[in-house]
T-cell receptor, first 117, second 112 residues
């Protein structure tokens, strides 16, 4: 079984400040890792994903995340946020398939990022 | 291109009424399809997934059911809605490890 913990339910920041949204996971198998963004009353949009290779992953809208296997973390960062980054952010993991796993995604409970002027 | 359609966008239904939400996928064949529910403060919960026509797996016991009558169609249903069925329902399909999941735009269901 897999689980995802997003340590902060809400993160308020000022515009142009840096931000880090924390995500820890647990799994007995190797995983893929994802960050999604959700704007109000919309579906989820993929920000970035880690499949393999370099542990620093760059995504859309200037976001990046670093996979740390020893700490089982996948924190999301942005050096300078904009008002338009205000949204809910979800960290998710899936197994790597095979054995009938069916690639199910397990989500964290989300972090609401509010960027204030 | 590969797209996913989900409707309706919003729905207000009385307790005890039936429910049918539809999701269709274009531009792919034999996709893995998923229904998620998002309740306030509880993140996204996987309800059902399907790996093929007529193949449905349920993740949690509940008042809902799912069906896959065609390869690219996934339907979420209920015979009698409960207040606790309110939430934001998202359909998704898995497009392989290079692309990950694609989500529909969601249905906001309010049971009154």
């Amino acid at each position: 079984a897999q689980s995802v913990t997003q340590l902060d339910s809400q993160v308020p920041v000022f515009e142009e400040a840096p931000v880090e949204l924390r995500c820890n996971y647990s799994s007995s198998v190797s995983v893929y890792l994802f960050w999604y963004v959700q704007y109000p009353n919309q579906g989820l949009q993929l920000l970035l994903k880690y499949l393999s290779g370099s542990t620093l992953v760059k995504g859309i809208n200037g976001f990046e995340a670093e996979f740390n296997k020893s700490q089982t973390s996948f924190h999301l960062r942005k050096p300078s946020v904009h008002i338009s980054d205000t949204a809910e952010y979800f960290c998710a993991v899936s197994d790597r398939g095979g054995g009938g796993s069916n690639y199910k995604l397990t989500f964290g409970k989300g972090t609401l990022l509010t960027v204030n002027p | 291109s590969q797209t996913i359609h989900q409707w309706p966008a919003t729905l207000v239904q009385p307790v005890g009424s039936p429910l049918s939400l539809e999701c269709t996928v274009e531009g792919t064949s034999n996709p893995n399809l998923y229904w998620y529910r998002q309740a306030a403060g509880r993140g996204l919960q996987l309800l059902f997934y399907s790996v093929g026509i007529g193949q449905i797996s349920s993740e949690v016991p509940q008042n809902l059911s799912a069906s896959r009558p065609q390869d690219r169609q996934f339907i979420l249903s209920s015979k009698k809605l409960l207040l606790s069925d309110s939430g934001f329902y998202l359909c998704a399909w898995y497009a392989g490890s290079d692309y990950g999941y694609t989500f529909g735009s969601g249905t906001r269901l309010t049971v009154v």
